[in-house]
C-alpha cells in the first residue's frame, strides 16, 4: 500500500475531508510505524499490519484533543495479537 492510500484510508477513519492536515497526517503515519516498531513489532505489507498503522495515526491524532489519553482497548488488542503472532512465528522456525 502507498503512503497516499495510507493517508487517504487515515482521513476516512478521522472523517476528514480536504488536504489542509495532509502534511500532519503523514506525519502521523511515520510516527505511528516508529511507535509499533518501538513495540518490538516488524510490520509487513499485509491488510492487517495495514489497518495496524492506520489506526495507530489516528489514536495518536486523536488524543491531542481528548481528555483521555490513553490507549484505546481494540488498539492495545490488536497490538499484542499482532506481537505475540510475531513471536509464535519465530519460536516455530527455530
Request: hydrophobic share 45%; aromatic share 6%.
Amino acid at each position: 500500500m502507498t503512503q497516499d492510500e495510507r493517508l487517504t484510508l487515515l482521513k476516512a477513519d478521522l472523517e476528514l475531508m480536504g488536504s489542509v492536515k495532509d502534511a500532519y497526517l503523514k506525519h502521523l503515519l511515520a510516527v505511528a510505524e516508529e511507535e509499533i516498531a518501538r513495540e518490538g513489532i516488524k510490520l509487513t505489507q499485509t491488510i492487517s499490519d495495514e489497518n495496524l498503522r492506520i489506526m495507530y495515526a489516528a489514536y495518536l491524532y486523536r488524543k491531542r484533543a481528548a481528555e483521555i489519553t490513553a490507549m484505546p482497548r481494540m488498539l492495545r488488542w490488536a497490538l499484542n495479537n499482532r506481537l505475540m503472532q510475531q513471536k509464535g512465528a519465530t519460536a516455530d522456525a527455530t
